[in-house]
Structure formats: C-alpha cells, structure tokens
C-alpha cells in the first residue's frame, strides 16, 4: 500500500457494529462483560478504547511500523520512553531541541538519576565519543527546532546497534510523508501528533510507533500504567486530520520552499535555515533520507536583535504569532522567549537560538499572500 493510501486506509476497518466508514467516537470509560474477564477486547478506557485502538494502528501503518501509541500529549510520549530507563543509565541527545523536551530531561529526569549529554549531532561520529557502558538511549531530532539542523539517522542507527543501545527519533517536523526513521534503523519514532499529524490546531496529542514487540509491550505497561492517554474525541480529530496529512505536507512543502528562497534573496535577511538548500549542513543527508524538506523555516535579519524581531512578529497579519507549528494556518514564533525559553540563554546561543531568531511554521494558504505578509513585516 502506498504512502497516499495509508493515510486513508491504513490499519483501519469499518465499524463491525453498522459499517460506519469513519471509527465512532467511543465515549465510553468502561466496557459490558459476561463474565470477569469476558469481554469483546477492550475492558477499560485507560487500557483499550476502540477509537484510540484506530489511530493506533493508522500511527503504525504510516510509519511502516507495528505497534503504534497514542498519548495525551507529545511531552507524555516522551516521558514514557525515558521510563524505559532507571537511575544511573544516560542518554545522548540532540543539543538543538524542542525547549520542553530539553525542559524534561533536565528539571524532571535529572532528579531521577538519568544522564543527559546535549551535542551536536550534524557529524555522526561525534556520538559514539559520549557512548558507555551507561549510554542506554539515544534521542535525535531531525530536522532539528529550531535551525533545521539534519542529522543522519542511519549513521546513528549504525551506533545505536554496535552499542546495544535504543535509538528514538522524534519525527514531527518531517513527518513520515518525508522520512520515516525506522526504515532508516530507530528503534522507536516520537510525534507531536498536536502538529502536522493533526493539521488543524485543534488538539494535543502524542504518538510512539515501534516494530519490535517486546519493546512495544514495555511501552504499552507504561502507557497504562502511567495514564497519559488521550480520549476518544481527540483521536477521532486526529484519525481524521492524517486522512489528509499527504495532501496538507504537499502545500505546506510548496510554500515553505517558495518562501525560503523569497528570504534568501531578501536585502534585509541575513541568514536563512532551511534544509533544502545546497549549502545548508548535511544537505546531501536530508536529501537521502527525506523525500522533501518541509515547512519550517528560521532566518535572522541583517543587525536585528531582540526588539526588531519581536516587532517583525507582532506585525503579521497571516503568520500568526502563537506556539505550535504544522497546522493550515501559517504561525511566526520567537524561539528565545516562546518554545525554548525554558534553556538558559547561554545554552540556547551555543546552539544559534539567538535574540533575533524567528522560526515559520508555513502554512497552506495562497503562497502570494504569505510572502506579502513578510514583505510588509520585515519592511
């Protein structure tokens, strides 16, 4: 089945009870049985609910996985993964990442005994100099939030596995309509489903997709046992925006390549960071593993600091000023006071989330309007 099919069908069928085409809502906490234990699958909400069970299963049909899970919130599925560890173990990371996963790890995880170690990861071989006997996981964004950063997931895969060691890749950015990290050797693939799976800004939620089964029923103990679920309402919205994740990446790769290269070629702009460009870092590598280079822009002006930028940001009028990303709608952000506030400033400048940094989300409105809206920001 191709990618455009899946979208649609994959893992799904029809409601048994009347044929409906779209999985009802089960707005069910608790399941009839005829004896204890007797039931038709599913017993208790936080455990089992047919909805989820279906936006499970579509997580995994995209991501050429077998097992997919659904949780309340990008942060919760996160937050299972690092319970696979205990105290001792450490982690490798990404040093350019999502502020609220940095935020995790460092204010929650740290307290429990867990190591983190925040590199750069551009260059592959870089890693395996902060692997141990400790080093249980490896945690990679790519393109990275917010510089876009790419980095080679097969590489790392190639570590991941000499060492024994799991490798979890948070796919939001990408999507798995431009690259799906474990055909590439991840063991574990991490979304945001509140961004471009969803589409719409209507909903929080976040997905875990494995193939390996054991690995797959410690995170299902977790996510039980734990209870950072979502309910069936927000994964009929879900189920419902992935139907279109295909179409919706298409535009949102259109535009943002449009207006990538409008800001390239702007006088005032001094640097603009977007993968598909042939002097980006590791170009060649986002060529290889992705099949497209998305929607996320982030660019400084020429001599900008703090004030210019917030100024550019309050006067859009398409490109909204709000968190998040990978909805319809275009979305500006001020990456130093917004998403990755929670790094020390110090930390956030290593990695080039200065003062003057701005990240896009592009949305799919019309492409004339959105460069428009820039043209009259930026002045």
């Not at 190591?115 to 006997?133: C, L, Q, R, S």
């Not at 080093?135 to 590489?155: C, F, G, R, Y």
């Not at 719409?200 to 054991?214: F, N, R």
């Amino acid at each position: 089945m191709k990618f455009n099919t899946k979208t649609i069908h994959g893992g799904q069928k029809h409601d048994p009870a009347y044929g409906a085409v779209m999985p009802p809502i089960y707005q069910t906490s608790t399941y009839a049985q005829t004896t204890p234990g007797g039931h038709k699958g599913f017993e208790y909400s936080r455990t089992h609910n047919p909805t989820r069970k279906a936006l499970e299963d579509s997580f995994a049909s995209i991501e050429n996985g077998k097992f997919g899970l659904a949780f309340g919130s990008g942060l919760a599925a996160i937050d299972a993964v690092i319970k696979l560890l205990k105290p001792g173990d450490e982690v490798v990371s990404t040093n350019d990442l999502y502020g609220g996963t940095y935020r995790l790890f460092t204010k929650i995880f740290e307290d429990f005994g867990i190591k983190f170690h925040f590199i750069g990861m551009e260059n592959a071989d870089k890693v395996e100099d902060y692997v141990n006997e400790n080093t249980k996981l490896i945690w990679v964004e790519t393109p990275t939030n917010p510089m876009m950063n790419i980095i080679d997931i097969k590489a790392i895969a190639a570590i991941s596995k000499k060492h024994n060691i799991l490798l979890a890749v948070d796919n939001t950015f990408a999507t798995p309509y431009l690259q799906r990290p474990l055909d590439l050797g991840a063991d574990i693939v991490m979304h945001s489903a509140t961004k471009y799976l969803g589409g719409h800004s209507d909903v929080v939620m976040g997905a875990l997709i494995v193939k390996d089964s054991t690995l797959a029923e410690r995170l299902y103990f977790i996510q039980n046992a734990s209870g950072a679920v979502c309910g069936p309402q927000d994964s009929f919205l879900v189920l419902r925006g992935i139907k279109t994740l295909h179409i919706r990446m298409q535009r949102h790769c259109e535009n943002g390549e449009a207006i990538a290269k409008y800001l390239k070629n702007h006088p005032k702009i001094e640097k603009v960071y977007w993968p598909g460009f042939e002097d980006h870092p590791n170009h060649e590598i986002a060529k290889a593993q992705m099949d497209g280079f998305g929607g996320m822009i982030s660019f400084v002006t020429k001599g900008s600091d703090y004030d210019s930028a917030i100024k550019i940001v309050e006067n859009l009028k398409f490109f909204t000023l709000a968190e998040s990303l990978g909805g319809v709608e275009s979305l500006a952000g001020h990456p130093a006071s917004m998403t990755h506030a929670s790094i020390p400033k110090e930390e956030r400048e290593k990695t080039g989330v200065v003062d003057s940094l701005i990240r896009l989300s592009v949305g799919i409105e019309d492409i004339n309007d959105l460069i428009a809206d820039l043209e009259q920001a930026i002045g």
